[in-house]
């Protein structure tokens, strides 16, 4: 099982951008796909990007355009860029750990979460 540690949540004026961070422990992380999922109060939790081991990444149609995933095999660290952030962008963000399945991705292990809130 791995752990995750996310940071670099805030709050952010509609438009700005933030950068989240996700370290994660133990040696398997060259081989786990990764994975940002968010939020909202009163909704259900909704994947948001996600990058395969070598590189390859997905985006939820929402957020297309606007956010980069990106990962550091070394230091073992999967970052999410914000761009051009809106206000519908406020949840908690929660990095996964997890595999590419011919069902889609399956997270497997989960962090602790980062709040990111976005004013008008």
């Known amino acids: 099982q791995m752990q995750l540690v996310e940071s670099g949540g805030g709050l952010v004026q509609a438009g700005g951008s933030l950068r989240l961070s996700c370290a994660a422990s133990?040696?398997?992380?060259?081989?786990?796909?990764m994975g940002w999922y968010r939020q909202a109060p009163g909704q259900k939790r909704e994947l948001v990007a996600i990058?395969?081991?070598?590189?390859?990444?997905f985006y939820a149609d929402s957020v297309k355009g606007r956010f980069t995933i990106s990962r550091d095999n070394v230091k073992k660290t999967v970052y999410l860029r914000m761009d051009s952030l809106k206000p519908e962008d406020t949840a908690m963000y929660y990095c996964?750990?997890?595999?590419?399945?011919?069902?889609?991705?399956?997270?497997?292990?989960w962090g602790q979460g980062t709040q990111v809130t976005v004013s008008s």
């Open positions: 133990g040696s398997i992380f060259g081989i786990k796909a």
């Open positions: 990058i395969s081991v070598p590189g390859n990444t």
């Open positions: 996964a750990a997890g595999a590419v399945t011919l069902s889609g991705y399956v997270p497997r292990d």
